[in-house]
């Protein structure tokens, strides 16, 4: 199925609800457009079991993962992080205004771009901690710095990952 048409038929709609909410909430659809996960988190992350990321990744590769940011804002490591770790086609985050961050894979990805992928994700991933530890990440301004050094460097790494913020 077309990307264009399934993000028309489901995700855009998924979305429109799950931004409105004070926690967050995931929705995957599965590559012939069908919802395969609903999950409800807390107010700042979801978290899936092993047995929901086994699934994903070993049964239901190239899907594509929505979940609503409450507090707004783009694409965090995790996000990228488990985009790659349940091999997603795409994974978005919807704020409340309705803005649209997402993460796209390349057409082809060999196991090494995944490996590549969940290795830099957990760096950044740390480098962000500490640097919330130090305070430098007080303001949304300092988010936006590291988001643009966070994806030049993975677009960097894997060819053909595309960023993309739609408003
Ligand atoms: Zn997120």
């Avoid at 990307?3 to 855009?12: F, G, H, L, Q, W």
Wanted: hydrophobic share 35%.
């Amino acid at each position: 199925m077309n990307i264009s048409k399934v993000a028309k038929t489901t995700i855009r709609p998924s979305e429109a609800l799950i931004s409105q909410l004070p926690y967050e909430g995931m929705v995957v659809i599965d590559n012939a457009g069908k919802v395969v996960l609903l999950k409800k988190g807390e107010r700042s992350r979801v978290v899936l079991n092993a047995e929901e990321v086994y699934d994903l990744s070993r049964r239901k590769p190239q899907s594509i993962m929505t979940h609503n940011h409450p507090s707004g804002g783009p694409l965090s490591p995790e996000d990228i992080y488990f985009a790659f770790k349940t091999k997603l086609r795409e994974v978005r985050a919807v704020s409340p205004d309705n803005t649209v961050y997402l993460m796209e894979m390349p057409k082809k990805l060999n196991p090494n771009d995944y490996y590549k992928g969940i290795k830099e994700s957990l760096r950044f991933a740390k480098i962000l901690e500490k640097a919330k530890t130090k305070g430098l990440m007080k303001l949304e301004k300092d988010y936006t710095t590291f988001y643009r050094f966070m994806t030049m460097k993975l677009k960097h790494i894997i060819p053909g990952l595309k960023f993309r913020t739609l408003i």
